[in-house]
């Protein structure tokens, strides 16, 4: 017996680097992050990973300045606009635990950010040049920023 699945739409995972940019970035435009993902993520649902959420405390907690008020904006962010928060594979967990020592501190996240997108067929939104070319190379649709002020959907890789 043949049973249909529901239609579930695609996720589209947030990076901090993407929440926090309101905050942390160098425009001379302001770009209003809650529309901007709003009408590029139509037909997707948004999410962060848990561990996009710690990435975010510990900014928070760690750093002074900017850093931390874009860590402090990127948070309430995410609770104002009521994004869920996807839990990460432990499997994933563990596999980059034990590749840590080969990663500089930030590539952690986004290894994490990068496997979970491929395990899940989801697409990424982000501002960090290196994993968008990472997630390029591994088949994976990127949401990213273009000329300071525009936010693309780039699904087809080439």
């Given at each position: 017996?043949?049973?249909?699945?529901?239609?579930?739409?695609?996720?589209?995972?947030?990076?901090?680097?993407?929440?926090?940019?309101?905050?942390?970035?160098?425009?001379?435009?302001?770009?209003?992050?809650?529309?901007?993902?709003?009408?590029?993520?139509?037909?997707?649902?948004?999410?962060?990973?848990?561990?996009?959420i710690e990435e975010?405390?510990?900014?928070?907690?760690?750093?002074?300045?900017?850093?931390?008020?874009?860590?402090?904006?990127?948070?309430?962010?995410?609770?104002?606009?009521?994004?869920?928060?996807?839990?990460?594979?432990?499997?994933?967990?563990?596999?980059?635990?034990?590749?840590?020592?080969?990663?500089?501190?930030?590539?952690?996240?986004?290894?994490?950010?990068?496997?979970?997108?491929?395990?899940?067929?989801?697409?990424?939104?982000?501002?960090?040049?290196?994993?968008?070319?990472?997630?390029?190379?591994?088949?994976?649709?990127?949401?990213?920023?273009?000329?300071?002020k525009w936010l693309?959907?780039?699904?087809?890789?080439?």
């Open positions: 017996m043949n049973k249909k699945t529901p239609f579930r739409k695609r996720l589209l995972l947030i990076d901090s680097s993407l929440l926090m940019l309101p905050v942390s970035g160098r425009r001379k435009k302001y770009i209003n992050i809650e529309n901007a993902l709003f009408l590029v993520s139509e037909g997707m649902q948004l999410a962060v990973l848990d561990s996009t975010l405390e510990i900014i928070q907690s760690k750093k002074i300045g900017k850093k931390k008020l874009a860590a402090d904006f990127a948070l309430e962010l995410i609770k104002r606009m009521k994004i869920p928060i996807l839990k990460v594979d432990d499997d994933i967990r563990e596999e980059v635990k034990k590749k840590a020592k080969e990663l500089r501190k930030w590539e952690i996240s986004d290894e994490i950010l990068a496997r979970m997108a491929k395990r899940l067929n989801a697409a990424v939104a982000t501002t960090d040049l290196e994993l968008k070319e990472k997630l390029r190379k591994m088949g994976i649709p990127v949401l990213y920023l273009r000329g300071k693309l959907f780039e699904p087809q890789v080439y």
